[in-house]
Every structure is written in C-alpha cells, then in structure tokens.
C-alpha cells in the first residue's frame, strides 16, 4: 500500500476533523482544537506529519516529531504515532515513522527517541522491525 506522507503547515478543517477521529485510537484526551493545532504546526519544535491514504486519499494516519536543542545536542522525539484501524498492519506507521526519521536527521538530530506501551504489542514490533532498541532507563512521570 502506498501512503503519501506530508508535514501539515497549516490548520484546516480537514486537519482537525483527521485528528479528532484518529486520536482515540490511542488515548482518552480530548482531540485538540484548531487553535491547539495552530501552535503544533507553527512551532519550530514541532513537526506535525500526516499520512494519506494513496497520493490524495483522506487523512489515515499522524505522527508528531518534537525536535528541541540541549547542551548536549539536537534531541529529538516521536510522539502520538497514531494509524487509522482501516489501514492497520499496511505500513502506514511505518511510512509515518521512517519519514520521521528522515526528518530528525535533516534537521541534526543523532537519535531518536520514542516510548510505547507495552500493550501496543504491533507498534512494538514495528519499532524494533525498523532498529529502535529499548534502553535502559527509568522513564519518571510527575502529574500536574
């Protein structure tokens, strides 16, 4: 299956309704709104892509890159890899994750981190398929 995989650069009503579709295949959050979408796509930490079903098919899938500079150098992380059950196991993660990829290294990064739960047994699969390896490193979180 061929999926086209492009950056969103600007908000539209497609956008918004893509996102609010696809984002409770992996969680609960209520979507953003247009005005939440707006800082994603227009800040220079963030690249927001989009995978199309075919060259210009609906929007089926999405992932976010946050790329941000330290001391220590570019980081950069995958964030909300999120494929419509339709296209499921047709390498839309995949497509979605390799330009991700791609992108971080254009833009300096040297690696690239990523988290998944351990549940999310095919995206785990797809991840290690494509030479991420898990680390070994306490994750912490501090609820606000």
Request: some cysteine; overall charge negative.
């Amino acid at each position: 299956m061929v999926f086209l995989i492009e950056e969103a650069v600007s908000v539209t009503d497609e956008l918004v309704g893509a996102i609010g579709h696809l984002l409770p295949f992996l969680s609960s959050s209520a979507p953003p709104s247009a005005e939440e979408l707006e800082e994603i796509v227009s800040s220079s930490a963030t690249v927001l892509l989009v995978a199309r079903d075919g060259t210009a098919g609906p929007i089926v899938g999405t992932l976010t890159l946050a790329l941000f500079r330290i001391p220590t150098g570019v980081r950069a992380w995958i964030e909300d890899v999120i494929a419509d059950e339709a296209v499921r196991g047709r390498g839309c993660g995949e497509a979605l994750t390799r330009e991700a990829l791609k992108v971080a290294s254009e833009r300096g990064a040297r690696t690239v981190e990523l988290t998944s739960r351990p549940s999310r047994e095919a995206a785990n699969r797809l991840y290690r398929k494509i030479g991420f390896s898990v680390r070994e490193t306490n994750v912490y979180r501090f609820e606000l």
